[in-house]
């Protein structure tokens, strides 16, 4: 199983994008899944490979870092009750406030496309994504995206 139910966290209010990354990057860490470099790696790779999405109906980000960061390959899921801004991806002018982040840590190099574009189905799904955002437990967003996500 990708996700990881220990790593999804409901409700952040973070203060700024690095604040909103470290949040969920640090539990990769706490949980063996990611190295104490993963953070700081994920942040530093967000600064020059945007990630943020405009998604259906809300707009997400699809934050991650370079494989040698890596432990296992596994998903986190976070809603954010006050978003914070975010570079679009492919486009540094463009910002978007994502309400939902998928922070993937990938083992492999190899099998980060086809993460992402497993990802990219889910994001068309508007109403998949606005009932992960209403969620108000990560037991509740874990039911609802596991078999979607694996």
């Known amino acids: ?9 409901v409700g952040l209010e ?9 949040a969920v990057a640090q ?4 949980y063996g ?6 953070p700081q790696a994920v942040v530093d790779r967000e600064i020059v490979f945007a990630t943020g999405l405009p998604g259906a109906g809300m707009d997400v980000a699809l934050p991650h870092s370079d494989s040698i960061h890596v432990n296992e390959t596994s ?5 954010v009750k006050t978003p914070v801004k975010f570079k679009m991806m492919g486009s540094q002018e463009i910002a978007v406030y994502p309400k939902i982040l998928f922070m993937l840590a990938v083992h492999e190099a190899h099998a980060q496309l086809s ?3 497993q990802l990219m189905d889910i994001l068309q799904e508007r109403e998949l994504l606005q009932a992960c955002f209403a969620c108000t437990t990560p037991d509740e967003v874990y039911d609802l995206m596991a078999d979607k996500i694996g």
């Open 1 to 9: 199983m990708l996700l990881k139910k220990e790593l999804i966290k």
């Open 14 to 22: 973070p203060a700024d994008t690095e604040e909103a990354l470290k």
């Open 27 to 30: 539990g990769f860490v706490d």
């Open 33 to 38: 899944y990611a190295k104490p470099s993963f």
């Open 75 to 79: 998903i986190a899921i976070a809603t």
């Open 115 to 117: 993460m992402l574009q």
